[in-house]
């Protein structure tokens, strides 16, 4: 008997790729995830998944291709394009994504995560639940909790990692054991040899005073650091807060800002200094808008108490508005000038790339400009390889949303699956 047809919806699509992925423990993993496993489900014969019909968002600012196909086998996609243009293997799944739009899982380029091994996992399970597939941590990770990045944790997202960032002695603020408090130009070199040797995927400063508590890593600190990282082929990621100090860094020849300018409108010299370094990466890191916002759509996705206390600190805040506005205009001007965008949300918490989407395309970004920012541009940002777009030979890290972000960029949030490495992100529960 040939193989038959199955045709699935998308609640389904679990059961389906978990049968695939671990034919032996399928129907126990089944049960333990919360799907129902059809009766008589099996991996077919060609291990192949067509997911059918839906809106494809490939990722790299291309129009979305309407009734797509994507193909996929194993962690990989090995084909996605026009139903007409994709021959789908004889014996695969079939999945009915009808209605719905797949755009690439999102990657935030600005996060720090717990300080534990077992935290940080639940972190990077909390991404995935919202469809984040990887996270670079900003510079205040132990060592010990690098090799995370190598590991492919089932229904966590990727942990990307500056280990320990560099700034001048903050006493009181983070403790020095998350970072490395320089006083000289040698310290700052040695503190780079230590991150090459570690290998950190980008070296981080800090650049700033805090309102004048501390004193800032100076011109001739950070010039030092950037050479030596460079030396290493390492790249330098900055915070910043002050016009002056980003104008300083990228003369100094500063890899990407951690932070758009904060405190004041960035004049023509900045653009200026923006266009003449195509290469340079900015995440903006939209700080919160300050204003009372709906969270409903949170409320599942959290435990109780957690859902609890941000809706508590859910009010309107004149001074954050201000702040939020300053950031809202650098954000236009740069986006206007051509920079290079990409996600990035500080602290944290999983849900927030939504929310910074949402923030983008109210600076004045398109949905589609938020979206390459937030996929292809991350992915590359992190030299991701193998992410941030929806084409063969990429990994099948599938985001399907009930309507179209390119509507409603919100429609983020209306999640119908995470497909993550080619298996479904269980999201029966908020992970804990
Ligand atoms: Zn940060």
Excluded: C
């Amino acid at each position: 008997m040939g193989a038959p047809m199955r045709r699935m919806n998308v609640v389904t699509v679990a059961a389906s790729l978990v049968a695939t992925s671990l034919v032996a423990t399928s129907l126990a993993l089944g049960v333990v995830v919360g799907f129902a496993v059809p009766a008589g489900a099996q991996a077919p014969a060609s291990g192949a998944t067509a997911f059918e019909g839906a809106r494809l968002i490939v990722g790299d600012g291309r129009a979305p291709i309407e009734n797509a196909t994507l193909v996929v086998e194993g962690t990989r996609i090995v084909q996605a394009g026009r139903a007409a243009d994709v021959r789908v293997p004889a014996g695969a799944t079939h999945v009915s994504l009808t209605g719905k739009t797949v755009m690439p899982m999102l990657i935030d380029t600005h996060v720090h995560l717990s300080a534990t091994r077992e935290s940080v996992i639940r972190d990077l399970r909390r991404r995935a639940y919202f469809g984040v597939s990887a996270a670079l941590s900003l510079g205040q990770d132990s060592y010990d909790l690098l090799d995370i990045r190598e590991q492919r944790i089932p229904g966590a997202a990727r942990f990307f990692s500056a280990g320990r960032g560099i700034t001048m002695p903050e006493p009181g603020r983070i403790a020095v054991s998350q970072q490395h408090w320089i006083t000289s130009e040698a310290d700052g070199r040695k503190a780079v040899q230590e991150l090459a040797e570690k290998k950190v995927d980008i070296v981080k400063v800090w650049v700033d005073d805090r309102a004048g508590q501390f004193k800032k890593l100076t011109p001739e600190f950070y010039a030092a650091i950037i050479d030596e990282a460079h030396k290493h082929g390492l790249r330098v990621t900055a915070h910043i807060f002050n016009m002056d100090d980003a104008k300083g860094l990228i003369r100094a020849g500063v890899d990407a800002f951690a932070h758009g300018v904060r405190d004041k409108d960035i004049d023509d010299e900045m653009v200026e200094l923006y266009k003449k370094r195509a290469d340079m990466v900015v995440t903006p890191n939209m700080p919160d808008r300050g204003v009372k916002t709906d969270l409903s759509w949170l409320r599942p996705g959290l435990p109780a108490a957690d859902f609890e206390k941000i809706e508590a600190a859910n009010i309107d805040r004149p001074r954050e508005q201000l702040f939020h506005g300053i950031q809202a205009r650098n954000l236009a001007k740069i986006n206007a000038a051509g920079v290079r965008i990409t996600l990035g949300t500080d602290g944290n918490r999983a849900w927030r790339p939504h929310e910074q989407m949402e923030d983008m395309v109210l600076a004045g970004m398109t949905p589609m400009q938020v979206i390459v920012a937030s996929t292809r541009n991350a992915a590359e940002f992190l030299r991701m390889i193998d992410a941030g777009t929806l084409e063969a030979g990429k990994s099948a890290d599938l985001l399907v949303l009930d309507a179209n972000p390119l509507d409603d960029i919100t429609n983020t949030r209306r999640i119908s699956a995470v497909i993550l490495r080619g298996a479904a992100v269980d999201r029966a529960q908020p992970v804990r």
